[in-house]
């Protein structure tokens, strides 16, 4: 799940499904009945307020979906397991001998 703050970053999170498919810009445009003009205002984030409907078509689109939530209802985002790999690479080895 990604947490979006405006309308630039919901063009990003289209333009990375999108390429996350391998589709185009034009095969995605057609699929979701847009114009690749808009489909690029959008992914640029210069669509300052997007129509809603070509919004919500894009999305379905992608087969991504859209949700509203209170700061109570957000789901929270688990960290992937190379980010705890990482992390405990950071920390070292549990079982290292203590100087005495």
């Not at 947490?3 to 699929?31: H, M, P």
Request: aromatic share 4%.
């Amino acid at each position: 799940m990604r947490k979006l703050n405006n309308v630039r970053e919901l063009g990003l999170a289209i333009r990375d499904a999108r390429r996350s498919e391998g589709l185009t810009q034009v095969a995605l445009s057609q699929k979701a009945n847009v114009s690749r003009r808009w489909l690029i205002s959008v992914e640029n984030g210069e669509a300052k307020s997007p129509d809603a409907t070509k919004l919500f078509d894009t999305l379905r689109a992608l087969d991504l979906s859209f949700g509203i939530f209170s700061p109570e209802e957000a789901p929270t985002r688990q960290p992937s397991q190379e980010a705890l790999d990482a992390l405990r690479l950071m920390d070292g080895p549990d079982d290292m001998e203590q100087p005495s």
